[in-house]
C-alpha cells in the first residue's frame, strides 16, 4: 500500500508486545506510521537527554487544554468530511455524543526502554501455531484463494501470512476491540498527530456513511486498524475490493473480501506474481562485507559469482533477477538476498523484522522448513544505548540526522563506515561491540 504512512497492522500484538519497539530493528524508512502496531516507530520528538517525550502537543496541560475542546475541535472538522460528499446530517449523526478516548495518549507517546533482536520477533511471529493454522485457513478457504489468487497474481501464501501475524487469522484479541471512530476523533483532536489522524478520521466517517462494514464491527487497534488483515481506514479506501458480490467492501466479516483486499493492497504495492520474497543464503568465508547495503542491488547470478549459495547448494531459479543482500542481525546472523516482493511487503509495514517474517511464513505455510543459519543470542542496544551511538557518530563526524534511538539508513551507513576505518567487520550492524569501540 501506498500506505504512506500507515501500515502495520498488528494491533493485538500490541498488547502482548508492550514495550517493546521494532524501529530499532532496522526499518527501511523513517516515514511516520501509526497504526496500532508493535511496529510502529516511537515518537519521534523527545529529549535525547531523557528520552522524555517533549513534543507541545504532549504536555498535560495541552491534552487537558485538548480534551476540554473536543466537541468543537470535531464540529471544526466538518468540512474536511463535506469535501468528500459527506453531509450535514450525516456527520451530526455519526459525530453525536462521541468523547475522546484518552487512555490512547499513554500509546501514543509510550517509549519503550528494551527491544528484541529481529530474530527473537520472527520467531515469536512465525509461531507453530500460526503455520498450523495458516495450512487450514488455505485448505478451508481454497476457493476462495484460486479466485483471488487469479485476479490479483499476488502469492495466496504472502496473503495468508498477513492474515496470520496481523492477528492470528483473525482471533478477537489480534483485532482490537477499541471504536476506530471513537480512535480516529480522538487522536484527530488530541496529541501530537492530529494532521496525520484527520484524514483516518474522515475516512472513517466514509466507510460507516457507506455502510461496508457495520457500526459496532468497526473496531481495531488503539490507532485505528481494523479487521483481521489490520486496515487503516485509509488504505481501505484505497485497497479494499468487493469480493463476494454483496456491494459492500467487508474487511472485516467477508472472508472473500478479506482476502481479496489484503492481495490487491500487495498488488498495487507492486507484487510480481511468481516470484518469491528472497531468499536465505550462505556467505563465502572472507567475504567483502561492504556489499550489505540495501542500496546495491545486483542480480542473483553476480550475487552468486561473488561466492554466495543458497543452503544445500539450491540453484537461484531466476538468476537474473535482481537483489540486494541484509544481514538483519549482522554477520553473526543469517544473511539474505531480498528481491523486490520483500519491498513490496515493506510497504505494507516498513520494518525488516515485519517483512522478513511475513516472507518466512509464506515460506512455512507453502512448506518450506525453518531457517538453517541460527539468530546471535546477543542482545539488542537499548534504547539509551541507540541515543548514545548515535551521539557518538554525530561527535565524530556523521551524519545520521536527529537523535532519535532509531537506527535507519545513514546509522548503519555511518556504523558501517566507522567500521571499516576501525578493523571491524563492516557489516553496518549497530552491535554492543560498534558501541564499546565508539567509546574508545
Ligand atoms: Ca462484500
Known sequence: MARDLARGRIAGVATWAAGITLMALGAASAQAQVTGSIFDPPAQQQSAATGRAMHPMMTPQAIAAAEANFDSCIAGLYPLAQAKGISQNTYRRLTSGLTPDMKIMDFLDSQPEF?????????????????????????????????????YGVDRYAVAAIWG??????????MGTRSVLRSTATLSCVGRRQDYFRDEFIATLQILDKGDVPADHLTGSWAGAFGPTQFMPTSFQRFAVDFDGDGKRNVVDSIPDIIASTANNLKLDGWEFGKTWGYEVVLPKNFDYRYVDRSR????????????????????????????????????????????????????????????????????????GDFVQSWPKEPALTRSERLEMQQRLIQRGYDIGTVDGILGTKTRVAVQDFQVRTGLL???????????????
Open 115 to 151: 527491544s528484541k533482536p529481529i530474530g527473537d520477533y520472527v520467531n515469536m511471529l512465525v509461531s507453530d501455531y500460526r503455520v498450523r493454522k495458516g495450512k487450514e485457513i488455505l485448505a478451508q478457504y481454497k476457493t476462495i484463494f484460486d479466485a483471488a489468487e487469479k485476479k
Open 426 to 440: 563492516p557489516d553496518g550492524f549497530p552491535s554492543v561491540a560498534v558501541l564499546q569501540k565508539l567509546r574508545n
Open 297 to 368: 542491488n545486483h542480480t542473483l547470478g553476480q550475487w552468486a559469482s561473488l561466492g554466495i549459495t543458497r543452503p544445500g547448494g539450491k540453484a537461484f531459479p531466476r538468476p537474473n533477477e535482481t537483489a540486494f543482500l541484509l544481514l538483519p542481525q549482522g554477520a553473526n546472523g543469517p544473511a539474505f538476498l531480498m528481491l523486490p516482493n520483500f519491498s513490496a511487503i515493506l510497504k505494507y509495514n516498513p520494518a525488516d523484522a515485519y517483512a522478513l517474517a511475513i516472507g518466512h511464513l509464506s515460506d512455512r505455510l507453502r512448506g518450506g
Open 165 to 174: 501475524i496481523e492477528s492470528s487469522y483473525g482471533s478477537p484479541q489480534g
